[in-house]
């Protein structure tokens, strides 16, 4: 028969939360059920993800277990956890949807949607009054989380003042802790599920620069000006982040000549519409004879298109070059940032 010490020695290799897991699936559920109202819903999480990774158990350790916790239990058989007994075992400590949630994190359904996403298919102008409502602290965590298409157009919305201290605080970012993290998104499911369902540092400059790069031109610039006179050193290394249409003439040769067999031709010459002609020859430099004097002819003799036309297609001309850079395609900086004209 095993001693007291031998068997206290059985459960020293497994973790607080692995042992309350494995004590839990083992009580009745109206045991198990009044326990876990005590907990926290962080502890809970923790709790649940043990539980579903939990590895069979041999009556000896369960014993050394509950001796452990000074609890007065006979056990008479091995213990094999599965998500289907986790879920039995919250059930009605928790509301179902939150009990979808925490399944869905700990066991990671690719069907299970973060509450970023859902946040991100909100209409643009709800998320914007709602985050004009937030401290701008709450308004840079989710638009740094959240699609950067979205996050560019719920920040085109913000008030000038509001949109300069939410951008303030996204250069400062820097990771949240778990728990905090944890804390916001529930916060925020709860919040959006009841008002909105129908309607790092370094790393955070990069998400930002992410979102200005998909705002208007005339935006982009209020932005930096006002950042200039607040935080120059910010400003500047938020602007050696972008990258606009303009940034097309510091790419070299070969990268312009593989970013324009990306872009329809159509879509080129409406985004050359104005302009300037050192820059347009630079453009027109990086394509074949053929396509470069049928864009020049379409430029001479077309007719004009409306403004917002020309900033679509020079935006999404700019989004075809930073996709090709993420993939490794073509390089979207130079290595002293100088341009390149040939």
Same mark, same amino acid.
């Given at each position: ?90 059930? %009605? ?97 709860? *919040? ?42 910010? %400003? ?65 003799? %077309? ?19 930073? *996709?090709?850079?993420?993939? %490794?395609?073509? *390089? ?11």
């Amino acid at each position: 028969m095993a001693t007291v010490a031998s068997r206290a020695s059985a459960a020293q290799g497994m973790r607080g939360s692995d042992r309350v897991a494995a004590i839990l699936l083992t009580m009745g559920k109206s045991l198990s059920t009044r326990l876990m109202k005590h907990f926290e819903p962080a502890e809970i999480r923790q709790i649940t993800r043990s539980a579903t990774d939990l590895k069979p158990v041999a009556a000896q350790q369960l014993g050394s277990l509950i001796e452990d916790f000074a609890t007065q239990f006979a056990i008479g058989a091995s213990l094999v956890s599965s998500p289907a007994e986790v879920q039995r075992m919250l059930d %009605g400590v928790l509301p179902q949807e939150q009990i979808d949630e925490i399944m869905g994190d700990v066991e990671g359904r690719p069907d299970h949607h973060s509450i970023w996403e859902r946040i991100s298919a909100v209409n643009e102008n709800s998320l914007a009054q709602y985050l004009t409502r937030e401290h701008p602290q709450t308004a840079a965590v989710v638009l740094a989380n959240i699609k950067s298409a979205t996050a560019a157009k719920v920040l085109a919305r913000l008030p000038a003042e509001r949109r300069d201290m939410v951008i303030r605080r996204m250069i400062a970012a820097r990771p949240m802790v778990e728990d905090a993290t944890r804390l916001l998104e529930r916060t925020l499911h709860q *919040e959006f599920s009841a008002s909105l369902s129908g309607s790092s540092g370094s790393a955070g400059q990069e998400r930002l620069a992410e979102i200005i790069n998909k705002l208007e031109p005339e935006q982009i610039d209020s932005i930096l000006g006002n950042l200039a006179a607040t935080q120059p050193k910010a %400003g500047e290394a938020l602007k050696n982040q972008l990258f606009t249409f303009e940034d097309i003439g510091k790419l070299s040769q070969r990268a312009r000549s593989t970013l324009f067999e990306k872009v329809p031709t159509d879509n080129l010459v409406t985004a050359l519409k104005g302009s300037a002609t050192e820059f347009r020859e630079l453009i027109l430099s990086a394509l074949s004879s053929r396509v470069r004097k049928m864009i020049e002819q379409e430029l001479n003799n %077309g007719q004009p298109v409306p403004a917002r036309n020309v900033a679509e297609m020079r935006r999404a001309i700019t989004d075809t070059a930073l *996709e090709l850079a993420a993939r %490794g395609e073509i *390089e979207i900086r130079t290595e002293d940032d100088e341009e390149l004209v040939s």
